[in-house]
């Protein structure tokens, strides 16, 4: 169940544009549930299910079929699965720094806030001090053309 604090939040982001690359630090556009706060270079998730929040409006005008790209870089080799408003979309294995595209239909999408969440059932400490349980760091994310590299 959102919180109070979530969902006045998530009323004030700002629908995403096709095409357009936003990053760790574009929360005026996506809302980061579950990852830790905007470090210089990219934003580490915080746990072993995370999710961003991102708004469409006139989903009639995408195309039948888009791509929803994010560039990430592993702690150590990690499992990720990912879900598109609960629906499975990929799982796979990280190893090491990759630009991960999600094979969207426009039919997936809702109209509003839609939710992209990933299961991270390896996400550990680091082992330096920081008592964070990490697994993925985004730097970032673009819904596009089906192979646009971000």
């Given amino acids: 169940m959102p919180t109070e604090l979530k969902l006045r939040r998530l009323k004030t982001i700002k629908p ?25 270079k990219h934003r580490w998730t915080e746990g072993k299910s995370v999710s961003i929040l991102f708004k469409i409006d006139q989903i009639n005008a995408l195309p039948a079929q888009v791509s929803i790209d994010i560039v990430v870089f592993p702690l150590k080799i990690q499992h990720a699965h990912f879900l598109l408003n609960n629906k499975s979309k990929l799982s796979l294995i ?49 819904i596009g053309q089906t192979g646009k590299m971000i």
């Fill in 16 to 40: 995403i544009s096709l095409g357009v690359t936003y990053t760790h630090r574009d929360e005026n556009f996506l809302y980061f549930d579950g990852w830790s706060g905007a470090e210089e």
């Fill in 94 to 142: 990280i190893s090491q720094p990759t630009q991960i595209s999600l094979q969207i239909n426009k039919s997936d999408f809702i109209e509003g806030v839609n939710e992209l969440s990933i299961t991270l059932p390896d996400a550990q400490q680091p082992g330096n001090g920081d008592s964070r349980m990490l697994a993925l760091a985004i730097q970032k994310f673009l």
